[in-house]
């Protein structure tokens, strides 16, 4: 089973700062099929991110994703207050799928 | 639009068993892959298991094997998890969510609270 490891565990920002986000995988994520996704309170999760650094229909182009094979990263280029939420990295290229434990965005 | 509708909240005793359905609309059915996702109060996010989308093919967590099974009525466009022998750690929301093959998550159900209490 691959282990992802989120980065830090809180990020506490001002509107309009950058943020960065890492996950990082126990083995190499096959294709590079890791996804990432927003969790706000109460809501489903929502896919940012696709195959690394493809960004799903309708997402902001302040959100971004990169990295290859063990590390990944999503920055958020410039916080709104409504990207304030629970960031989740999912790697879906090996049986079982897994998730890391999530990175919680705050802002000032 | 695109959607996926999820039954109500369940109570549950010890012991008892549990079956949360999640009906698709909006695309079509059997073109998808479906997961089960399911999120403890507080805590992360954890992957269950997926059905292919002639409903015939499930690969489940090993954690979950044995107790949990899968299953998708393509006449209904409607898919189907129950959960046996539950004990207060299955106390979660369950999320249903799609995907193509080989592809992230891009469409989730609003979620199932299932509380497992004596």
């Known amino acids: 089973e691959i282990v992802l490891t989120q980065s830090p565990g809180t990020l506490s920002l001002s509107p309009g700062e950058r943020a960065t986000l890492s996950c990082r995988a126990s083995?190499?994520?096959?294709?590079?099929?890791l996804g990432w996704y927003q969790q706000k309170p109460g809501q489903a999760p929502r896919l940012l991110i696709y195959?690394?650094?493809s960004r799903a229909t309708g997402i902001p182009d302040r959100f971004s994703g990169s990295g290859s094979g063990t590390d990944f990263t999503l920055t958020i280029s410039r916080l709104e207050p409504e990207d304030s939420a629970v960031f989740y990295c999912?790697?879906?290229?090996?049986?079982?799928?897994?998730f890391g434990g999530g990175t919680k965005v705050e802002i000032k | 639009q695109v959607q996926l509708v999820q039954s109500g909240a369940e109570v549950k005793k010890p012991g008892a068993s549990v079956k949360v359905s999640c009906k698709a609309s909006?695309?079509?059915?059997?073109?998808?892959?479906m997961h089960w996702v399911r999120q403890a109060p507080g805590q992360g996010l954890e992957w269950m298991g997926i059905?292919?989308?002639?409903?015939?093919?499930?690969s489940y967590a090993p954690k979950f094997q044995g107790r949990f099974t899968m299953t998708r009525d393509t006449s209904t466009s409607t898919l189907y998890t129950e959960l046996s022998s539950l004990r207060s750690e299955d106390t979660a929301i369950y999320y249903c969510?799609?995907?193509?093959?080989?592809?992230?998550?891009?469409?989730w159900g609003q979620g199932t609270m299932v509380t497992v209490s004596s």
């Open positions: 909006g695309y079509t059915f059997t073109n998808y892959y």
């Open positions: 083995q190499s994520v096959s294709s590079n099929y």
């Open positions: 969510a799609r995907a193509w093959v080989n592809d992230a998550l891009d469409i």
């Open positions: 999912q790697q879906y290229g090996s049986s079982p799928l897994t």
């Open positions: 195959g690394a650094s």
């Open positions: 059905i292919n989308p002639r409903g015939d093919g499930t």
